[in-house]
């Protein structure tokens, strides 16, 4: 009996950082304590540059980072940006989060369906090298430096905005996980590694929409989280509930029997028998010499 061709055995979660899986933009625990900076007032001055140039908020917020130290007479290198992230605080239950979906995957998938971890952020892959949940990610896709022969931060070298974020995203979809490789060229909704409908998108607001909105146009899941006590935050993600951007929305607490905890294994257990279903699909197929 000819083999089942099946593949498309992988779920895809991918996450957001800031205002997801930690409270605060991650220059507010590392760089800017560093540089001695209050973060209100520099997010203030990134503002207003970006206003009165026209400028990209993420192009200014980097260059304002390196031009303070400069001005400080601090330099800044790769190994000092992985340090600070250690520095990081997470919402409740995020540290061992990972661990617990994996555990669900494997337990429900019964040892037949593979789950992966990424991070698509504005923020800055320096510092997310050194965070202590690392290990738990397939890729991290983030904004970079350039660092020059001395090791040291020059200038931005890779910029990841809120519209630029859903090309990782289809990266992810093609399997083209690096950024040499080209997802330009069209590939077959059959030949992608991880289809959208194997995707699930955690995001915490209005800067994730071209993310969600990507997601779920091409069949895929997406949450929205919040902050438990913000009802400002709240309400932004009913805002986004109401559009249908997200399928749920639930406070950021990632601890076992959580809101969010119960609603992502529930959309779990809906791929993985939607993926039960293909399976047994390309088993039949096989089983009458048929392409699927």
């Not at 400080?72 to 661990?99: C, H, T």
């Not at 050194?130 to 931005?156: D, K, L, V």
């Not at 590939?187 to 969600?212: A, C, L, W």
């Amino acid at each position: 009996m000819p083999k089942s061709t099946f593949f498309q055995n992988t779920i895809a979660m991918v996450y957001d950082f800031d205002g997801t899986l930690s409270p605060q933009p991650m220059q507010e625990y590392t760089v800017l304590p560093k540089l001695g900076i209050k973060p209100r007032d520099f997010w203030k001055q990134v503002e207003s540059e970006s206003v009165e140039t026209i400028s990209e908020k993420m192009l200014v917020y980097m260059r304002l980072l390196l031009e303070e130290a400069h001005s400080r007479k601090i330099n800044i290198s790769r190994s000092d940006f992985q340090a600070m992230g250690k520095d990081i605080l997470y919402f409740p239950g995020v540290e061992g989060w990972f661990q617990r979906i994996n555990d669900h995957v494997r337990q429900q998938g019964q040892g037949r369906v593979n789950i992966r971890h990424y991070i698509v952020s504005a923020g800055m892959k320096e510092i997310l090298e050194g965070i202590s949940i690392r290990a738990h990610f397939q890729q991290i896709y983030a904004s970079e430096y350039h660092f020059n022969f001395q090791g040291i931060a020059t200038f931005p070298k890779l910029l990841i905005t809120d519209t630029t974020k859903t090309q990782y995203l289809f990266r992810v979809n093609k399997g083209k996980e690096t950024l040499e490789e080209s997802i330009n060229e069209h590939m077959p909704e059959n030949q992608r590694p991880i289809p959208f409908h194997n995707i699930i998108y955690i995001g915490d607001g209005m800067t994730d929409v071209p993310s969600m909105a990507l997601t779920k146009k091409n069949g895929g899941h997406t949450i929205a989280v919040h902050p438990a006590r913000s009802r400002r935050d709240r309400d932004t993600c009913v805002k986004l509930l109401s559009a249908r951007r997200v399928d749920f929305i639930a406070p950021a607490d990632y601890r076992p029997d959580s809101k969010l905890s119960n609603r992502v294994k529930l959309l779990l257990d809906a791929i993985m028998a939607h993926m039960a279903y293909q399976r047994e699909m390309a088993v039949c197929h096989a089983e009458h010499h048929l392409e699927f």
